[in-house]
């Protein structure tokens, strides 16, 4: 038989992407494909591609280079790029690579099925159309062989798309605009995945907290329109807030733990910074991108708040949930970005005293509105500064990490440590990674939460040791406790994530 019937996923970027290739490979499964092995075993490769800052485009088209001759060692092999470079060069990228298939940018995962199999008729293809119906959230129940997640974490989308337009940010081009699904499906996907044994489930969204407002918005318009220009504002609808959503799903029976990425700033409400009190599957950490110290330079970044507005919103997190961890983005040699305004966000840094922190050298990126502006921050300096603050951000993930010796903690396991040797690892709810030995005689399979004690620190991790005897352990859903860690699977079956790279998803 000549049609082509295993497909092999590679990932670059955010979370967003990563949960995209989880769709395509499940719509994949559905349509009769199988699941490769690897490269060497696929009759068809996809990339998924990410552009949030220009070296992974680059990425791509080196790729690319070297896919020719993988196509030439098979007969029928056929290759996709998705995401957000294919998103922006559509048709583009059909003609640039003649050894590429299809190209189907973010809004058209539904098609990928009929694109492959006209593809392995010899029909080119490209779908980057934005389609702004809730139909693209409307994809088939987990296939019964995409395995997922050995540790029992799986990602639900709640919102798609960006309405922010940060100055320096090419996601409201490559995602489109702001679209929020319906209550009732996330709620239904969760309760499905919950009961098929899932313990952590991560709300996804470009800007997650942003969740509804434009239903919220369009509501009171109608209601307006129907009381006579004269009303108040109407109540929002509940069933369309974010701090209500959480607290319907925080209510499924056998949710461990519950997360949320990346909110924005400017979108907290009383609900919502209360539900951090109040929730208790909902994890003490929040990955709260802040991009800069400088009101003025957030201003010109287009962030809607000041350095100070976000240090008031972390006291009054801090305030309704005193260990919370928060995290952040941050984004050096902004153009225009004066020492001195570097100088306020190393004392941003430090006063908020984040656990981590992801930090980047500015990159223009073609259509931003940053693009045009001059006064540049030449690469050394942006270089000198990006160092600086990492180095200030390592000391203060060690000093975090430090203070937490002695303690004991949950931690969702994972599996193997990357460290290699005995060890296993896992997330605690601070979302910290926790490297442990173990003093059983079986290892607690992955997706078991236990009680570990913490009894050293590193920069990068936690080092815990598990003694089952510690009380308050708790097996994993469908395995018995006890039973030899499972091999390590990728997290989507025929796929892999391609580089540590992050980015795409973020508020
Ligand atoms: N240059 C550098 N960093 C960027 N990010 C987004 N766009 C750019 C850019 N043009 C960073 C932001 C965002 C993270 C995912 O990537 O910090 O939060
Ligand atoms: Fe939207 Fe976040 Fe990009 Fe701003 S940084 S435009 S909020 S995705």
Redesign the pocket.
């Known amino acids: 038989m000549n049609t082509p019937r295993r497909f092999w996923i590679r990932t670059h970027g955010c979370q967003m992407n990563v949960h995209d290739s989880e769709k395509v490979a499940n719509l994949l499964l559905h349509d009769g494909w199988e699941s490769a092995r690897g490269m060497d075993d696929a009759d068809l490769l996809i990339l998924n591609t990410c552009s949030i800052r220009d070296k992974a485009e680059h990425r791509l088209y080196s790729e690319l280079g070297k896919l020719r001759e993988w196509k030439e060692l098979a007969r029928g092999r056929i290759v996709g790029v998705a995401g957000c470079v294919a998103q922006q060069q559509g048709d583009a990228l059909l003609r640039r690579f003649p050894q590429l298939d299809f190209v189907y940018g973010t809004h058209n995962l539904r098609r990928v099925p009929e694109m492959a199999a006209a593809a392995s008729r010899g029909v080119r293809d490209a779908q980057t159309g934005e389609s702004r119906s809730q139909e693209r959230f409307d994809l088939p129940s987990r296939h019964p062989s995409l395995e997922g997640d050995p540790a029992g974490r799986a990602f639900v989308t709640v919102m798609e798309g960006?309405?922010?337009?940060?100055s320096?940010?090419?996601?409201?081009s490559t995602?489109g605009r702001e679209i929020s699904r319906a209550g009732a499906e996330i709620v239904a996907e969760s309760r499905d995945l919950v009961a098929s044994g899932i313990r952590e489930l991560t709300l996804l969204g470009?800007?997650v907290n942003a969740y509804g407002r434009h239903d919220r918005r369009r509501a009171h318009e109608r209601a307006e329109r129907a009381a006579g220009a004269a009303i108040a504002l109407a109540p929002a609808d509940p069933e369309h807030s974010f701090a209500d959503l959480l607290g319907r799903l925080a209510e499924i029976p056998g949710l461990a733990r519950l997360r949320y990425i990346?909110p924005?700033p400017i979108f907290y409400d009383d609900a919502l910074i209360r539900a951090h009190a109040e929730l208790d599957p909902l994890c003490p950490h929040i990955h709260l991108?802040v991009?800069s110290g400088s009101s003025r330079i957030l201003e010109r970044m287009?962030?809607r708040h000041t350095a100070d507005e976000y240090r008031r919103l972390v006291e009054r997190l801090r305030a309704s949930r005193p260990d919370l961890a928060i995290t952040t983005d941050l984004i050096v040699g902004f153009p225009g970005e004066t020492s001195a305004d570097f100088a306020e966000t190393l004392a941003l840094v430090r006063e908020v005293a984040f656990t981590d922190s992801f930090s980047f050298k500015y990159s223009p990126r073609p259509g931003t509105a940053a693009a045009t502006l001059e006064d540049a921050v030449p690469d050394a300096v942006a270089q000198a500064r990006l160092e600086e603050l990492q180095d200030l951000q390592r000391s203060l993930t060690l000093d975090a990490h430090r203070a937490r010796v002695g303690e004991t903690t949950e931690i969702l396991v994972e599996g193997s440590s990357r460290r290699g040797g005995a060890q296993l690892s896992g997330r605690d709810p601070f979302h910290r990674i926790v490297n442990f030995s173990s003093e059983a005689e079986f290892p607690p399979a992955p997706g078991s939460l236990i009680r570990v004690e913490i009894v050293d620190a590193t920069p990068h991790s936690l080092i815990g040791v598990w003694n089952p005897a510690i009380a308050g352990d708790r097996a994993p859903r469908n395995v018995k406790m006890g039973a030899l860690i499972a091999d390590e699977r990728s997290a989507v079956i025929g796929s892999e994530r391609a580089s540590a790279l992050r980015g795409?998803?973020?508020?």
Request: charged residues 20%.
């Open positions: 960006c309405d922010m337009f940060c320096f940010c090419i996601v409201p995602r470009q800007t990346s924005h991108p991009q287009r962030r795409g998803s973020r508020g």
